[in-house]
Structure formats: C-alpha cells, structure tokens
Nanobody, 127 residues
Framework: QVQLVESGGGSVQTGGSLRLSCAASGDTVSRYCVTWFRQLPEKEREGVASISLSGTTTDYADSVKGRFTISRHNAINTIYLQMNGLKPEDTAMYYC????????????????????WGQGTQVTVSS
C-alpha cells in the first residue's frame, strides 16, 4: 500500500508556471504507474498525464500536450508535474493517483482502476 501527498498548487496568472509534487510513502513507488488527474466541481474527472514504472513512457491529454511534463524520481519516491503556459481552463483540483502495474498501456490516462489517491492540490489560473 502506498500513500500519496500532493503539493505545489497555487494561484497564478495566465501564462504562468507551477510545479506540482507527489510524495509517495509506504511502498516502493517504482512498482506503480502514476497519473495526474484534475477535476472541477460538477465536472468529470480528467486524466492529465501518466508515467510508466521507469519513467521512460508518458501519456498526455491533448489539452496539455506541449505545456505539461510529467516526470518521476523513484529514488526519492516523488512524481512531478511541471505546468507551463497555464490557462484559465487549467483551473482545477489536481490529484496524484497510482496503481500497481506490470505494463504501461495505451490510454493510461483514461483508466478507471487507479486505487491510491492523494488529497489533491488546488491550481487556480486567472486571466
């Protein structure tokens, strides 16, 4: 079992940048596929970016390609989401989620079986 804690959210203006961190504990994070999700009230949760066990393969939502970068540093049990060129539509609660996996699959950001979740960190982008 793994515990996840997000940090790094905040309020920025359009075009600004934020770096979110997801600190994992309780298990070897290198055994987990990890995805960043985001959600606004009354809207469906959206997968934003996913990363494979080793970090060599990633998957992004079309809406963030070219602006967001997911990475992981397994030695310190941390996953990052670098967000550049932020837009008001990026405003949401961002969650780090993990699942035990043996293979990174096409469409990872659309999977519904992520079973370990952090409490979220708020990102607000103003115009």
């Amino acid at each position: 079992q793994v515990q996840l804690v997000e940090s790094g959210g905040g309020s920025v203006q359009t075009g600004g940048s934020l770096r979110l961190s997801c600190a994992a504990s309780g298990d070897t994070v290198s055994r987990y596929c990890v995805t960043w999700f985001r959600q606004l009230p009354e809207k469906e949760r959206e997968g934003v970016a996913s990363i494979s066990l080793s970090g060599t393969t990633t998957d992004y939502a079309d809406s963030v390609k070219g602006r967001f970068t997911i990475s992981r540093h397994n030695a310190i049990n941390t996953i990052y989401l670098q967000m550049n060129g932020l837009k008001p539509e990026d405003t949401a609660m961002y969650y780090c989620a993990a699942r035990r996996c043996s293979a990174f699959r096409t469409g990872e950001i659309r999977r519904t079986d992520y079973n370990y979740w952090g409490q979220g960190t708020q990102v607000t982008v103003s115009s």
